[in-house]
């Protein structure tokens, strides 16, 4: 074995210094580089941001705000089951229309008609009046591109006909159905009270269901159609003057328009968070007198974040991105963490005052920059990483929003380490020159009056002042606040209990609140508060949800359906699917059953495939709409499907457990079968967004522990950040619950968000704390506490402040982006200044790292810096 290493060799290769060192020291490189000519570092990032700025030209190209393409899985089953139906079965709309057999939710005009008062729909003022708005709606054309069941227009209600003779309603089972679609009143009256039979006594509303053409060419027609309807059709409304009903209305292009209409809704808030962060930056920077006033450095701080997003939106532009709704929200969080560097990079210069020559600007840049510039590079990575791992995901809104805030970090790091230090430095030559801050005239110090002293020197004395403070005199008063009053408290013994019994019910809540998440967006949600669809979907839940989708089951594949087993093997999957908790047995559609009657009666045979073949033409004789259902070629039949009609899927949790359990028994089937409906394009994020977001999660947790590893040279600190992590990602799943917000693609993208933020509270406070020279473990924390403890603060409040105006949004997209950060924000700032700090106490007590003797021998000094210990040898070269 060798030699004992020296302290200076174990500190010149120990843990990750070969990475930290090289770091810092190039920092200081760039910044005696930016303090030298700081003006090409003002002037490019401005230039820069202009040039990819202009990408911003692409904007209306790129503006995508399909919600089934955004908000629904990239590659979903029912995606590809869509395709298949409409290969297999493909539609006649001017012809053969049928609702039920839609691959699509077609195109179509929607009204529901309420009763006023407690009144029935099938009284007869509410009768006529529901004429009267049948009639509205075709005197706008819509019989020119209606779409058709032989030479009529398909009926918006089944019950028009009956309506329209004016005499008295024949009795009405309810819901009907069983040997038609037309005849099914499930979905076409509501608030429906029966007889002892099931007759229906009275209803308390009828829904109207327009159907558009939207083959041969007319699909272009019929939008123009639906445009004109909803620009035309409110006014109409007023004008037929109804008492006797109140009417709410939606088209298959109403969600689609107003959720692209949500984007702009917000810019009016974004001048708003700009003046809210200014205002709050200055009040931060904000000195008495007029030549120490930082006002200039903070107003260029929030420009700095400002050409961050204008340089990586532009870029992203050129790229070809998409710019969907969810990257709106990404400007306010941007601001606030741009601002939040700011305040560090602030900080450490003021701090450099007592650590370096205050009229060598370049040696103050340097020391600044070695101080702020690792740290900011650490949490930038961190959520960078976040964010380029949160693009691994099926949802193409999440991969968007991911693509442009990350982008936009790296921008907003760039912009901050050249022109914001450049404009440090020429801050600083001002100061130095005694110059004003806003006329950046040099302020003459003498014998002026009272008012001229206050305006320009901050008090009525003539004495001048002090360029810079140094040493203690500058120090905060909020730091002093958490050195003597706050640290103290806090690692007092009965609130330290206090402390652990406050996480216990943190973690208890929100565990609980994890059981009880809700998955899945609720298309309403795409909409904003006030608009007309939310109406219409609040009646169409409250009278219209006890029957759900009607669904398609669908036999993939040809068979020998003339065999008998083949059919019973058909028949036995179909009663499966019917046992389903979900479906009313009683009112499926199955043409194979109805022809097996048949063949039972003895008016045909199907015992060979000739046979079997031949005499489909019976079957569509007595029932047309059946042919529609059997693809029939030359080999026989490629494919064929049946109906199941649900019931009571009313919730999120509905949807999702009916999409697995009919696909989960289509399996079991002997018979290759596949299950399908339009809604299941949506339902398919429920298979996902759990995997995804867990997956997420886990991976850009495991990547802040590398880099955690890798920057911080401390194993404990790594442990304690990662702590952290999962703690603070479990209180925001968690409350999520409490606040009405369900796991998404859009509180999917907090959850990534969350990952970074929870590194940036929780590694400074711990690092400060394992790394303090401090003897007891309560000093440790107080001494972290007043290093950091008012950077974490100033740092959340700026963040919070850059998404705040969004809780005024009408929407809920924007609403949810604000309420997921507040839990970030407030969860990862009580990390960082109460949990954390009082858990160390307990468990992060290292002892000292060098005996006092050998400390004596080497001559060896320490200190700290911004929480970081360093030695100091002989030769004044410092180690950390």
């Known amino acids: 074995m060798g030699q004992p290493r020296s302290p200076r060799e174990r500190c010149s290769c120990s843990n990750t210094n070969c990475v930290e060192r090289p770091l810092t020291r190039l920092f200081e490189a760039l910044g005696r580089v930016v303090a030298a000519c700081p003006w090409p570092f003002v002037l490019l990032p401005p230039l820069l941001s202009a040039g990819l700025g202009a990408g911003f030209v692409f904007l209306p190209d790129l503006e995508t705000n ?122 076409a009256l509501g608030g429906v009270q029966t007889d002892g039979s099931g007759r229906v006594e009275r209803a308390r509303a009828m829904k109207l269901m327009y159907y558009l053409r939207e083959d041969g060419g007319a699909a272009g027609e019929s939008r123009a159609w639906l445009e004109t309807f909803l620009r035309v059709f409110p006014a109409k409304l007023q004008e037929l003057n109804l008492t006797a009903v109140e009417v709410t209305y939606f088209t298959s292009l109403s969600r689609q328009e107003e959720f692209e209409g949500n984007t702009k809704s917000v810019i009016p808030l974004f001048s708003i968070t700009y003046f809210l962060t200014i205002t709050f930056s200055v009040v931060s920077c904000l000195r008495l007198s007029c030549v120490r006033n930082n006002i200039w450095l903070a107003c260029c701080g929030v420009l700095s974040s400002g050409l961050a997003v204008l340089s990586s939106f532009g870029l992203m532009m050129y790229c070809g991105v998409p710019f969907v709704a969810t990257v709106a929200n990404a400007p306010f969080l941007i601001l606030g963490v741009g601002v939040d560097d700011m305040f560090i990079l602030i900080s450490s210069w003021e701090q450099s005052s007592s650590k370096a020559d205050k009229s060598d600007t370049k040696s103050r840049l340097a020391e600044t920059y070695r101080e702020a510039a690792l740290s900011v590079t650490i949490t930038t990575l961190t959520d960078v990483l976040a964010f380029f791992i949160g693009t691994w995901t099926s949802f193409p809104s999440v991969r968007s929003f991911c693509l442009y805030t990350g982008t936009a970090f790296v921008f907003c790091y760039v912009y901050v380490i050249t022109f914001f230090g450049a404009v440090i430095v020429l801050n600083h030559k001002r100061v130095n020159g005694n110059r004003h801050w806003l006329t950046c005239v040099q302020v003459k110090v003498g014998k002026k009056s009272c008012l001229y002293n206050a305006c320009c020197l901050g008090s009525c004395s003539s004495e001048p002042p002090e360029p810079e403070t140094s040493g203690t005199e500058s120090e905060h008063p909020m730091s002093i606040f958490f050195k003597k009053y706050y640290g103290p408290f806090l690692t007092g013994k009965w609130i330290k209990l206090l402390v652990v019994l406050l996480y216990g019910a943190y973690l208890g809540g929100s565990v609980y609140g994890c059981t009880q998440m809700k998955e899945g967006i609720d298309l309403r949600n795409l909409a904003s508060d006030d608009s007309y669809v939310i109406a219409y979907y609040d009646d169409d839940d409250k009278y219209f949800s006890e029957y759900g989708p009607r669904v398609m089951v669908v036999v993939t594949d040809s068979v020998n359906y003339w065999d008998e087993s083949v059919r019973n093997n058909i028949e036995a999957c179909l009663q499966d699917l019917e046992s389903i908790n979900y479906v009313d047995r009683n009112l499926s559609l199955s043409w194979l059953r109805v022809y097996t009657e048949i063949a039972g009666s003895g008016l045909i045979n199907i015992s060979t495939k000739d046979l079997f073949i031949n005499n489909l033409a019976v079957l569509f004789r007595f029932f047309p709409s059946f042919e529609w259902d059997i693809n029939e070629t030359a080999e026989g039949i490629a494919a064929s499907r049946f109906f199941i009609q649900t019931v009571n899927v009313t919730s999120a949790v509905d949807e999702k457990n009916l999409l697995n359990q009919l696909r989960d028994r289509a399996k079991q089937c002997v018979v290759p079968l596949m299950v399908y409906h339009p809604a299941f394009i949506y339902y398919d994020q429920y298979l996902v967004i759990v995997q995804n977001t867990i997956q997420n999660v886990v991976i850009a947790a495991g990547a802040m522990l590398v880099v955690s590893l890798v920057l911080i040279p401390s194993p404990l600190c790594c442990l304690w950040v990662t702590f952290a992590i999962a703690s603070v990602i479990v209180g925001v799943a968690g409350f999520m619950t409490f606040w009405d917000i369900s796991l998404d693609s859009i509180s999917m993208i907090n959850l990534v968000i969350c990952i970074g933020f929870s590194v940036d509270f929780s590694a400074h406070i711990s690092y400060a704390f394992v790394t303090s020279g401090e003897s007891s473990a309560n000093e440790k924390a107080i001494g972290a506490l007043h290093q950091l403890g008012y950077p974490v603060l100033q740092g959340a409040v700026s963040t919070v402040l850059g998404v705040v105006v969004l809780a005024a949004a009408k929407t809920y997209i924007f609403r949810t982006f604000f309420k997921i950060m507040f839990l970030v924000i407030l969860f990862g700032a009580l990390h960082g200044l109460v949990f954390i700090p009082v858990f160390l106490t307990f468990f992060g007590y290292l002892g000292k790292s060098l005996p006092i003797t050998e400390t004596k021998t080497l001559d060896l000094k320490f200190f700290s810096k911004s929480g970081i210990q360093y030695v100091r040898f002989r030769d004044n070269k410092d180690c950390p």
């Open 66 to 187: 399909d919600i089934e393409g955004q908000f629904t899985p990239t590659g979903g089953p029912a995606k590809a089951e869509r395709d298949f139906v409409q290969r297999y079965f493909p539609t006649n709309d001017s012809e053969r229309f049928s609702a039920e057999r839609l691959p699509t939710e077609g195109a179509y005009a929607a009204l529901i008609a309420v009763a006023a008062g407690d009144a029935s729909v099938l009284d007869r003022p509410a009768r006529d009046e529901v004429l009267l708005l049948d009639g509205a709606v075709r005197a706008l054309g819509y019989e020119r591109l209606c779409a058709r069941s032989g030479d009529a227009c398909a009926s918006a209600n089944p019950l028009l006909p009956l309506l329209a003779n004016g005499s008295a309603l024949p009795e009405l089972p309810f819901p009907g159905g069983g040997g038609g679609g037309d005849a099914f009143l499930g979905t």
